[in-house]
Antibody, heavy 119, light 109 residues
Framework: EVQLLESGGGLVQPGESLRLSCAAS????????MSWVRQAPGKGLEWVSG????????HYADSVKGRFTISRDNSKNTLFLQVNSLRAEDTAVYYC????????????WGQGTLVTVSS | EIVLTQSPGTLSLSPGERATLSCRAS???????LAWYQQKPGQAPRLLIY???NRATGIPDKFSGSGSGTDFTLTISRLEPEDFAVYYC??????????FGPGTKVDIK
């Protein structure tokens, strides 16, 4: 059974950083692209970042470029998102999602981790 | 950037009725790169349709997708209580870019 379990969210002040993690199980992690998708409270879905199976290709939404860094450790079946210089508008539930075919669609999602940015 | 517009914003229907949801793109989208998701309150999204018309694993055939170019449709043939949710379309484009529509809420009339 495919499982994705996010962790690392919390309450932080503007300008601070967090490292989000997503532990994957039930599939061969290293052959799948992975993404982070976020959802602000009461709002829609926003793709944040994606990474290829090997980790050699990464892409970001313009809204987070230069502040967020996606990475993965295939030996530990874990996906990461380093989020720096956080702003109030980054407040959201952050989901990790498995790419069905690169970033074309996402066939499995975790339950999400909440990041709240507030002073 | 391709912008997706979904209509209507809210669809109020009764169980047993047919639901037709629209997703319109600001530029042509390859049919291979259009997906639909269902999201219930407090839950993660679930992939329903990929490649515009292919049902994802375990998705019942009451859900169907169609369309091409800039106009795509998700149809739920007969609504059951568990189908009342928010539905999002999503496209993948070059650059690469990934965008979601704003969603259509299907609620009970």
């Amino acid at each position: 059974e495919v499982q994705l379990l996010e962790s690392g969210g919390g309450l932080v002040q503007p300008g601070e950083s967090l490292r989000l993690s997503c532990a994957a199980s039930g599939f061969t992690f290293s052959i799948y692209a992975m993404s982070w998708v976020r959802q602000a409270p009461g709002k829609g879905l926003e793709w944040v970042s994606g990474i290829s199976g090997s980790g050699s290709n990464t892409h970001y939404a313009d809204s987070v470029k230069g502040r967020f860094t996606i990475s993965r450790d295939n030996s530990k079946n874990t996906l990461f998102l380093q989020v720096n210089s956080l702003r109030a508008e980054d407040t959201a539930v952050y989901y990790c999602a498995r790419g069905q075919q690169w970033l074309v669609s996402f066939d499995y999602w975790g339950q999400g981790t909440l990041v709240t940015v507030s002073s | 950037e391709i912008v997706l517009t979904q209509s209507p914003g809210t669809l109020s229907l009764s169980p047993g009725e047919r639901a037709t949801l629209s997703c319109r793109a600001s530029q042509s989208v390859s049919s291979s790169y259009l997906a639909w998701y269902q999201q219930k309150p407090g839950q993660a999204p679930r992939l329903l349709i990929y490649g515009a018309s292919n049902r994802a694993t375990g998705i019942p055939d009451k859900f169907s997708g169609s369309g091409s170019g800039t106009d795509f449709t998700l149809t739920i043939s007969r609504l059951e209580p568990e189908d009342f949710a928010v539905y999002y379309c999503q496209q993948y484009g070059s650059s690469p870019e990934v965008t979601f529509g704003p969603g259509t809420k299907v609620d009970i009339k």
